[in-house]
């Protein structure tokens, strides 16, 4: 198996973990009913529970990214070192992303967010 779908699962691993966090802090901000329930009208969550949130859904929405990258290269044998490198940027950004954006290191999970995407351009370039 290619190492840049490897790193997809990992991603999509990651992926979950936020999806986790989102709800453990669902759960202890609005507690379990509202965990439950419809989630229609629910006040934000407050601290590092808005931040887990805000978190997840840009992890949903550049994976999606990078998942689509991946798959084509790896379909249209472009796989190589630099799709790798891609890759590895991506992840390892998104595991910074997270834990810059859970901390409130807002500069930071900026510049994470910015590795993660430079990643998604590599494998990209390999394609066009």
Request: hydrophobic letters at 60%; aromatic letters at 10%; proline letters at 2%.
């Amino acid at each position: 198996m290619k190492p840049e779908l490897t790193l997809l699962g990992w991603s999509v691993v990651l992926a979950i973990v936020h999806m986790l966090a989102t709800t453990q802090a669902l759960v202890n901000q609005k507690g379990l009913a509202a965990a439950f329930g419809n989630r229609e009208n629910l006040p934000e969550l407050a601290g590092w529970g808005g931040r887990a949130q805000r978190a997840n859904v840009n992890m949903a929405q550049n994976l999606v990214l990078f998942a689509a990258v991946v798959l084509a290269a790896v379909v249209a044998g472009k796989s190589n070192s630099m799709t790798l490198l891609g890759a590895q940027l991506f992840f390892w950004g998104r595991v910074a992303y997270a834990v810059c954006y859970l901390g409130g290191f807002k500069y930071l999970r900026t510049a994470s967010w910015l590795v993660s995407l430079i990643g998604i351009v590599l494998i990209l370039i390999q394609m066009l």
